[in-house]
C-alpha cells in the first residue's frame, strides 16, 4: 500500500471512529414550558394519612441548555385523606432546575402544607425534587418521589414528607 493510500486510509478511520463515538447534545428549543399534573400529587406525612391534590401547574421557562426557571406553581383541591381539606402553597420562588439526559431535578422547592383540623396546623418543607423524563419535544413527562425535611411548624407535623407527581411538560420551550 502506498504512503498516500495508508494515509487516506488513517484519516478515513479516524473519521468513522469519531463519527461513531461522538453523539449529539440535547438541544431543547428555549422558552416558555409549563407543567401539568399528570396524576394526583401525592404527599405522604409520615404514618398520617396521604395528602392527595389532583390539580397542579407549574410555569416557567427553559433554556436551550435544558436549564429550567419555574416561576409558578399552584396546587388545587388538595385534601387530607379525602378530607379536611390542605392549602398547598409553593414559596421561594423561582425554583431552577435541569432537563438533561433523560434526568430531571427541581431545586430549592419550599412548600407550605395548612391543614384545616378544626385548629388550622401549618407546616412548612424544603428540598429539591429529582427523577426521570421521557421524550424530546412537547410533550415531556417527568416524574419525582423525594423526601423533603420540616422547616417549620409544631409537633403534629411530620418531620419529613414524600413528594410524589408526575408532571405533563408542554410549551413552545420544549
Known sequence: MSSVSRATF??????????????????????PVSANAGTP??????????????????????????MLNITTATFNACTFSGSP???????????????????????????SLLIDVGNP???????????????????????FSNTFTKVTGPLFCSSTITFSSTYVLTGSGL
Open 121 to 143: 396546623i401549618l407546616c412548612g418543607y424544603s428540598g429539591n425534587l429529582t427523577g426521570t423524563y421521557t421524550g424530546t419535544a412537547s410533550p415531556v413527562t417527568a416524574s
Open 41 to 66: 400529587i401525592s404527599i405522604q406525612m409520615g404514618t398520617y394519612p396521604l395528602i392527595t391534590c389532583p390539580f397542579s401547574a407549574l410555569n416557567g421557562t427553559i433554556n436551550a441548555g435544558g
Open 10 to 31: 488513517a484519516a478515513a478511520t479516524a473519521v468513522t471512529a469519531v463519527a461513531i463515538t461522538a453523539s449529539p447534545a440535547a438541544a431543547w428549543a428555549g422558552g
Open 85 to 111: 381539606p390542605v392549602t398547598v402553597t409553593a414559596h421561594y420562588l423561582p425554583w431552577s432546575g435541569l432537563l438533561n439526559g433523560g434526568s430531571a431535578t427541581l431545586n430549592g422547592v419550599r412548600l
